[in-house]
């Protein structure tokens, strides 16, 4: 039997998307309203990605967003989904969410990515060194991170605030290495299955092949991150995604672009070649009628047991975004009941 969309948490991962002919300070006012709205709704955690170099996303500052949304929410979970480690000095990562937690105690996730959500030019420039910018050198920059929070290795720097103000730690990924480190280290993980489907199930089962009980867990805990439209016909839902499925294709061929309108997507002359890329892009993912959304997110839980969902919906008009998230709580989930 297929289980029920209700049994488990529902969570948001947004990536305050900016629509052409608008600015980044729209985008961002939207990604508010949103928080506000799925708060309201019962999602349990509302997450932003970090991004850099492009023009189409504008959450390249987690940490700063996370903040101002904090301060216009009350009670879901924010967090960062994800901080990408290699762009950053573990140091600067925990006080930054030592901050965070000081301030929100009990609100705060910190999802942690190992690749650097960008180009390797971008990432140079954020980093300013190589050092750190490699896949091999993450684990131990991870342990330096948690050190800082927890201060179980002494040292002349102690993160202020941090030591003593540990948010949530997650791992993502999109393969097999987080899945393994975060089972390694007992950690929960969030998986990528948006943008890395055929690599959901095999990850998920090395994850909790891996785990190892640890003082966050005592069993494996993973979220899948799927890509969710949901609108009154498949149809709409349809039309509603071409423009995000458009957008990711001029980002694969690099010319990456803001998302343009639902119109201006349709009468975009794709080659039989980008058709079948916008197609299969779709597979495995939730995109139609709450009936169908129901359905397809039914099924994804069936293949992966996962603990909770987190949908990310990247259309071009946020009324359609936010009507998505109210569809979904309300016809597809029944009516959410966000746990503590």
């Not at 069936?302 to 975004?321: F, G, H, I, K, S």
Request: glycine letters at 8%; proline letters at 6%; charged letters at 20%.
């Amino acid at each position: 039997m297929v289980r029920r969309v209700i049994d488990v948490p529902l969570s948001v991962l947004d990536l305050a998307p900016v629509a052409a002919g608008t600015s980044s300070g729209a985008a961002l006012r939207h990604t508010t309203e949103l928080a506000r709205r799925t708060e309201e709704l019962g999602y349990r955690r509302f997450w932003v990605a970090e991004h850099h170099n492009m023009p189409a996303i504008a959450s390249s500052a987690p940490a700063v967003l996370i903040a101002h949304l904090a301060a216009h929410t009350s009670t879901i979970r924010l967090g960062s989904g994800g901080v990408m480690l290699p762009n950053h000095a573990p140091l600067v990562v925990a006080e930054q969410f030592g901050t965070l937690e000081a301030l929100h105690p009990g609100r705060i996730d910190l999802g942690i990515g190992r690749a650097p959500g960008t180009d390797q030019l971008t990432a140079l420039a954020l980093r300013r060194t190589m050092e750190g910018l490699s896949a091999e050198g993450f684990p131990r920059e991870l342990a330096d991170l948690m050190n800082y929070f927890s201060g179980e290795r002494s040292g002349p720097i102690v993160a202020t605030p941090g030591r003593g103000e540990q948010p949530a730690i997650w791992l993502l990924g999109s393969s097999g290495f987080s899945a393994q480190l975060a089972g390694a280290l007992g950690l929960p993980f969030s998986f990528a299955h948006h943008f890395s489907a055929a690599n959901t199930e095999p990850a998920l089962a090395l994850y909790r092949r891996s785990f190892r009980p640890s003082q966050w867990l005592d069993r494996p805990y993973a979220m899948v991150a799927v890509n969710t439209v949901c609108a009154e016909t498949d149809e709409r839902a349809r039309w509603l995604a071409a423009p995000a499925a458009l957008s990711f294709l001029k980002l694969r061929s690099g010319k990456p672009e803001p998302l343009v309108s639902p119109d201006e997507a349709a009468a975009y002359p794709y080659t039989e070649m980008e058709r079948e890329f916008v197609a299969q892009r779709g597979d495995g993912q939730a995109m139609g009628s709450p009936e169908t959304v129901r359905r397809q997110l039914g099924e994804l839980l069936e293949r992966t047991r996962a603990d909770e969902l987190m949908l990310t919906t990247l259309v071009y008009d946020v009324a359609d975004r936010v009507r998505s998230f109210e569809l979904v709580a309300e016809r597809v989930a029944g009516g959410l009941r966000r746990a503590d």
